[in-house]
C-alpha cells in the first residue's frame, strides 16, 4: 500500500524540541522531494520544509535556524527536528510526496505552557 505515515507530534512547552517522523511505504521516498506542510486552526495549510533527492533543503523563513529536515534512506523515512518551539508553531503537521500527489493524516503539534 501506496502511504504515509507520520509520527512524533505532541505537547511541548515554548522552547522545547520535538522529532516528527514521516515514513513512506509502497514506494520509495528518496528518489522525489519530500515536503512538510502545516496547517493551524482556521489557517490556510503552508510549506515549512523540502528535501530534495540530492539533499537540498528549503525552509519556510518563520522556521529557519530552528527546523531541520533530513531523511534516512534506508528507513525510507523523512523527519523533521524542530527545535525553540514557540506557540505560534502550534499546527498540524503533514508530510507530502507531490510526485505521487500523496499525504499523510497529520500529526498535531502543541505549542503551550
Known amino acids: 500500500q501506496v502511504q504515509l505515515v507520520e509520527s512524533g507530534g505532541g505537547l511541548v512547552q515554548p522552547g522545547g524540541s520535538l522529532r516528527l517522523s514521516c515514513a513512506a511505504s509502497g514506494f520509495t521516498s528518496s528518489v522525489s522531494t519530500m515536503r512538510w506542510y502545516r496547517q493551524a486552526p482556521g489557517k490556510v495549510r503552508e510549506l515549512v520544509a523540502s528535501?530534495?533527492?540530492?539533499?537540498?533543503?528549503n525552509y519556510a523563513d518563520s522556521v529557519k535556524c530552528r527546523f531541520t529536515i533530513s531523511r534516512d534512506n534506508a528507513k525510507n523515512t523523512v523527519y523533521l527536528q524542530m527545535n525553540s518551539l514557540k506557540p505560534e508553531d502550534t499546527a498540524v503537521y503533514y508530510c507530502n510526496n507531490q510526485a505521487r500527489n500523496l499525504w499523510g493524516q497529520g500529526t498535531q503539534v502543541t505549542v503551550s505552557s
Open positions: 528535501i530534495t533527492s540530492g539533499s537540498s533543503r
